[in-house]
């Protein structure tokens, strides 16, 4: 895999958090459905915001372009609409920039292993800048508790058990690559419009992995009890069935109420990972309009 231009990166990951928030996804912001502090448009001018930074991802340190994403986030909206999908995407980022002889995966095991203690300073400060809903304290290298001393991928090691995307960091992105992006590639190459691959991609990850939002927030038999939901609604055929999309219904109501407290909004991230990936290892930035034509 060649690098990457700058702009294709910048582009990519802009365009993976636009199609993410534009595809309907039980529980989570989208065209369909906003949060009562949370607006559809604030993730569309969140995408606009994280250009610059993603345009030099190639070049920073993966913790700096987490950091400068969330900073530009917050000087134009208000809350916290994508602080995971930048932990998610400048890793991925950084890797696409750089180019590796075998592949995006390859690059990206490179860019973990190379993290630095810096980069864990910068990310700290991103999360304390982003201040994320659920975030509890632990013993070690907690957010609020001082500084970190370990580097980006050590942190994200210590919390690989309690957090999907620091498990990414650690597992070489498994979910993103070997389910997210493997089901979006498998469904678009199958003819399937691409916001129904999204959805189905969606429930495919949910199904894997509980997510750590709703764990955070409710608790880990909260976060599998979705998780056994999202695997029914996949039995019954998910997006490509009848039965599977009244059930999707149902599991999109009994995520939402006026808190969001049931929001998968790691497994969003995730999905936004994989669409980045099918981007770009799927060399798909050059048939964009393909994709808009089967929407």
């Given amino acids: 895999m060649i690098p990457l231009p700058a702009d294709e990166v910048a582009w990519a990951a802009q365009l993976a958090c636009i199609l993410e928030v534009n595809a309907w996804k039980p529980g989570n912001v989208s065209r369909m459905h906003d949060f009562a502090d949370c607006r559809f448009e604030e993730f569309l001018v969140s995408a606009v915001a994280i250009g610059p930074a993603f345009r030099e991802a190639a070049r920073s340190l993966v913790g700096k372009t987490i950091l400068e994403a969330v900073r530009a986030t917050r000087g134009l909206v208000g809350t916290n609409t994508n602080l995971g999908m930048a932990v998610a995407l400048?890793?991925?980022?950084?890797?696409?920039?750089?180019?590796?002889?075998?592949?995006?995966?390859?690059?990206?095991?490179?860019?973990?292993?190379?993290?630095?203690?810096?980069?864990?300073?910068?990310?700290?400060?991103?999360?304390?800048?982003?201040?994320?809903?659920?975030?509890?304290?632990?013993?070690?290298?907690?957010?609020y508790g001082g500084d970190a001393d370990v580097t980006l991928r050590g942190a994200m090691e210590l919390a690989k058990d309690r957090d999907a995307l620091a498990s990414?960091?650690?597992?070489?992105?498994?979910?993103?690559?070997?389910?997210?992006?493997?089901?979006?590639?498998?469904?678009?190459?199958?003819?399937?419009?691409?916001?129904?691959?999204?959805?189905?991609?969606?429930?495919?990850?949910?199904?894997?992995?509980?997510?750590?939002?709703?764990?955070?927030?409710?608790?880990?038999?909260?976060?599998?009890?979705?998780?056994?939901?999202?695997?029914?609604?996949?039995?019954?055929?998910?997006?490509?069935?009848?039965?599977?999309?009244?059930?999707?219904?149902?599991?999109?109501?009994?995520?939402?109420?006026?808190?969001?407290?049931?929001?998968?909004?790691?497994?969003?991230?995730?999905v936004a990972a994989a669409i980045f990936v099918f981007l770009v290892e799927g060399r798909m930035l050059n048939r964009f309009k393909d994709l808009l034509e089967c929407w």
Avoid at 96 to 123: I, K
Avoid at 214 to 222: L, M, Q, S, W, Y
Wanted: net charge negative.
């Fill in 90 to 143: 400048a890793p991925l980022a950084k890797a696409a920039g750089t180019g590796h002889p075998d592949g995006l995966r390859a690059a990206v095991v490179e860019v973990l292993e190379d993290l630095t203690v810096e980069d864990a300073l910068m990310a700290y400060e991103a999360i304390r800048a982003a201040a994320p809903a659920g975030l509890g304290k632990v013993e070690r290298c907690d957010v």
């Fill in 168 to 270: 990414e960091y650690v597992t070489g992105f498994e979910l993103t690559f070997d389910v997210g992006y493997a089901t979006l590639l498998r469904l678009w190459e199958g003819g399937c419009r691409l916001s129904d691959c999204i959805l189905q991609t969606f429930l495919t990850i949910l199904a894997r992995a509980p997510d750590s939002l709703i764990a955070r927030k409710n608790g880990p038999a909260a976060a599998e009890r979705v998780s056994g939901l999202a695997q029914g609604v996949l039995k019954d055929g998910g997006v490509f069935s009848e039965n599977g999309l009244e059930e999707l219904k149902k599991l999109d109501l009994a995520l939402r109420d006026e808190r969001h407290r049931l929001n998968p909004g790691t497994t969003a991230d995730l």
